[in-house]
């Protein structure tokens, strides 16, 4: 069954159903297509306007405590070489943020309990004195004590995505720590009533993820009140369990029935329709979709209902150690060079650079 017609005026007012989002996911029709990101883009103008937020990535450190079946920096991977940036590094890299124009700092690492609770603290105090730069964690499932520190030192937002509200393709993909279970819902809870802006988001074609799946993450997106919500297409690394399970079923034709497909197209249909869900919401053109499309992937996002980059300030000699999934886009480009490619592109879509922290709150002041 086709889906009901996107309504006028940015698809909020009927909401899409359940229903529509499952049809729309499945929608191959280049023309009806057209009528998705028509509506995405305009409800992102209407919502949201014309400025695109750059926010400056810092990779801090790629230790982590967790196997995750699907990221290169699992713990397990003994290739990895390690790394965690001194204060000093990181304080740096706010400045060449200010100095690019960026309101954001995001930092992010594995889940590194190397990290201490106090040291992080410290850099966050040190990056609004030097700085006065919006900060974002990126830190994974810390303890509640922990969340609380860096709040009270000046974070302002946390992001956490739970991946898929699939619980046992979950398990599957997120295996536990010895005696804790992840819950990354209540966390996304918690870390909203201390008082953070809170972000979270899903992968795109997980191997065993069904198109059901995925519209039962759209629709999830629709009940939760989140500030940010990242979508990327699933990018198999070869030394994980899931990228060589991954290269097996690709090479033998073997997926779930109902596999949803790890594509640049899919990706996007998810990025419109959970515009048209959470009209207000800051929603990024992700590095793995550039990577999905080296051409026009983030273009496409960005036409589609998309307004967050986040370009990379991590030291070059780290970023092919913070290796997630593998050929990550820019990481032999100087900082510079990426925030000139990023300035023309945006110029050639005629989207502006967003000033100050870019919040959603920012969003809503607008509408007013």
């Known amino acids: 069954m086709p889906p009901a017609p996107l309504p006028p005026r940015a698809a909020v007012d009927p909401p899409l159903s359940r229903a529509d989002i499952e049809a729309w996911l499945r929608i191959e029709d280049e023309l009806a297509l057209e009528s998705l990101w028509r509506a995405a883009d305009q409800a992102r103008a209407r ?30 991977n003994r290739g990895v070489r390690r790394y965690r940036l001194p204060a000093e590094v990181i304080v740096a890299c706010a400045h060449k943020a200010v100095e690019f124009g960026y309101g954001t700092l995001v930092l992010q690492s594995g889940e590194d309990y190397g990290i201490a609770t106090d040291w992080m603290a410290e850099v966050i105090r040190a990056v609004k004195r030097e700085a006065n730069l919006a900060i974002t964690l990126s830190l994974g499932e810390r303890p509640e004590q922990d969340l609380i520190a860096w709040h009270n030192a000046g974070a302002d937002r946390y992001l956490l995505r739970f991946e898929t509200s699939d619980e046992a393709l979950y398990r599957r993909i ?13 966390i996304l809870q918690t870390l909203q009533q201390i008082g953070y802006e809170v972000g979270t988001g899903i992968m795109v074609g997980i191997p065993g993820q069904t198109y059901a799946s995925v519209a039962d993450d759209i629709t999830l997106f629709r009940g939760m009140d989140m500030d940010m919500i990242g979508v990327g297409p699933y990018l198999p690394h070869p030394a994980t369990p899931l990228g060589q399970e991954f290269v097996r079923r690709a090479s033998l034709g073997d997926w779930v029935p109902d596999q949803v497909p790890n594509t640049e197209t899919m990706t ?43 370009p990379n300030l991590t030291p070059l000699e780290c970023r092919l150690k913070y290796e997630i999934y593998p050929e990550k886009a820019a990481v032999h480009e100087t ?34």
């Open 335 to 368: 900082a510079e060079a990426i925030n000139e490619s990023l300035t023309t592109l945006l110029s050639s879509l005629g989207r502006t650079v967003g000033v100050g922290p870019g919040g959603r709150d920012d969003a809503v002041r607008r509408r007013r």
């Open 47 to 76: 919502f949201v306007g014309p400025q695109v937020h750059l926010r400056g990535l810092v990779e801090i450190s790629n230790y982590c405590a967790r196997g995750c079946t699907y990221c290169g920096i699992r713990e397990p």
């Open 268 to 310: 996007c249909k998810v990025i419109a329709l959970t515009r048209l869900v959470r009209p207000d919401a800051n929603l990024p053109a992700t590095t793995a979709l550039s990577l999905a499309d080296k051409e026009s992937g983030r273009a496409h996002g960005l036409r589609r209902g998309a307004n967050v980059i986040m």
């Open 174 to 186: 997120h295996p536990d720590l010895a005696g804790r279970v992840s819950d990354r819902l209540s």
